[in-house]
């Protein structure tokens, strides 16, 4: 049997966890995934993907300029307490 090292990262609670479901659903597990990638790093000689800033079209960052402005003022707008109660008031709007 081949010697190991232990390899210590910290990481968001959140982000492991999603990690784990994915990672699960695809048979492995983090240790699995993590010995894949440093061997591809080793393979290639470098970052085995690219790695760059998302861009994001004009729409997707109104939606998100809008979102943020709906957050910082919830007071500002209507909200309901259901799919339900939204409908009814969109088809009464019709009448």
Do not use: C, W
Request: aromatic letters at 6%.
């Amino acid at each position: 049997m081949a010697k190991t090292d232990t390899l210590n990262i910290r990481i968001e609670p959140e982000l492991k966890k999603e990690v784990e479901k994915t990672l699960n659903d695809l048979g492995m597990n983090i240790a699995d995934a993590v010995t894949i990638f440093l061997k591809q790093v080793v393979m290639t000689d470098s970052i085995p993907f690219i790695i760059k800033k998302p861009k994001f079209n004009k729409e997707t960052l109104e939606s998100i300029r809008e979102t943020d402005e709906i957050m910082e003022h919830p007071e500002n707008y209507k909200s309901y307490n259901n799919v339900y109660e939204m409908l009814e008031e969109i088809e009464n709007e019709d009448e």
